[in-house]
């Protein structure tokens, strides 16, 4: 079983791997420094941020009363359909609804969108399941598998790639039902909060490695002069 999840590891990044998100490098900055792989950064840095997130609360938590003001609170009906929502059905479904329309309509942007979130949710799964089964963390609510969640996992994951195709309009509800979706799974005592701070940072660090397959304006890369650092953005 594990040894499925590391092929689907390296199956899902694809081929060109060492060169997909290179940042471009203009003519006049000879002297300039980018990264080799722009989303290599991005994903060891947003995993980091996670991680010191989860490590900067974990000694702070309570998840008794987090689900009582979490259930309290009038957005309460949003975090049970995100509960819903990060289950997996409706992403994985609906990434094949999407590949399968854009097929039908002979939309090529629409089918590789489509096809992009699908692999994002199963890349998403399977880094979520890799740490799942190791770490072995009891739930608030007794069992195991919390760390990290999987729900808040698999909800962030598709952010990337609705960004990179549909910019805010369609990336800002897509990233709010992510939070509901943890805040959720905080509300029914599934996980801790730091289970979905990691997850919202494993989930999106891994839709920006399918994400980063294809170059997008939203995206800026880092870049380095002998006058400084800034960021780069490909138009």
Same mark, same amino acid.
């Given at each position: 079983?594990?040894?499925?999840?590391?092929?689907? +590891? +390296?199956?899902?990044?694809?081929?060109?791997?060492?060169?997909?998100?290179?940042?471009?490098?203009?003519?006049?900055?000879?002297?300039?420094?980018?990264?080799?792989d722009g989303r290599v950064l991005r994903f060891v840095g947003t995993l980091a941020v996670g991680g010191a997130a989860a490590l900067a609360v974990r000694g702070h938590e309570d998840p008794d009363l987090a689900a009582t003001?979490?259930?309290?609170?009038?957005?309460?009906?949003?975090?049970?359909?995100?509960?819903?929502?990060?289950?997996?059905?409706?992403?994985? @479904?609906?990434?094949?609804?999407?590949?399968?329309?854009?097929?039908?309509?002979?939309?090529?942007?629409?089918?590789?969108? @489509? +096809?992009?979130?699908?692999?994002?949710?199963?890349?998403?799964?399977?880094?979520?399941?890799?740490?799942?089964?190791?770490?072995?963390?009891?739930?608030?609510?007794?069992?195991?598998?919390?760390?990290?969640?999987?729900?808040t996992t698999v909800a962030f994951c598709i952010v990337p790639v609705i960004l990179r195709d549909a910019g805010w309009k369609w990336g800002a509800p897509a990233l709010a039902m992510g939070v509901f979706t943890a805040c959720?799974?905080?509300?029914?005592?599934?996980?801790?909060?730091?289970?979905?701070?990691?997850?919202?940072?494993?989930?999106?660090?891994?839709?920006?490695?399918?994400?980063?397959?294809?170059?997008?304006?939203?995206?800026?890369?880092?870049?380095?002069?002998?006058?400084?650092?800034?960021?780069?953005?490909?138009?």
């Amino acid at each position: 079983m594990r040894r499925w999840w590391a092929f689907a +590891l +390296l199956a899902l990044a694809g081929p060109g791997a060492a060169t997909a998100g290179t940042a471009p490098v203009a003519a006049d900055t000879v002297a300039a420094w980018s990264p080799p792989d722009g989303r290599v950064l991005r994903f060891v840095g947003t995993l980091a941020v996670g991680g010191a997130a989860a490590l900067a609360v974990r000694g702070h938590e309570d998840p008794d009363l987090a689900a009582t003001r979490l259930h309290d609170s009038f957005l309460y009906p949003m975090f049970r359909a995100g509960n819903t929502y990060g289950g997996g059905w409706v992403i994985g @479904g609906g990434s094949l609804a999407v590949t399968a329309l854009g097929a039908a309509c002979g939309d090529t942007r629409l089918r590789t969108t @489509g +096809l992009d979130l699908a692999r994002s949710f199963l890349l998403a799964s399977a880094a979520s399941a890799a740490i799942k089964f190791p770490v072995d963390r009891e739930r608030p609510s007794g069992g195991g598998l919390s760390f990290p969640s999987g729900h808040t996992t698999v909800a962030f994951c598709i952010v990337p790639v609705i960004l990179r195709d549909a910019g805010w309009k369609w990336g800002a509800p897509a990233l709010a039902m992510g939070v509901f979706t943890a805040c959720g799974r905080m509300a029914e005592r599934r996980h801790y909060l730091s289970d979905v701070l990691f997850g919202a940072a494993l989930g999106y660090a891994c839709g920006d490695v399918i994400a980063a397959r294809r170059p997008s304006p939203w995206r800026p890369y880092p870049v380095v002069t002998a006058a400084g650092a800034g960021l780069r953005f490909a138009f």
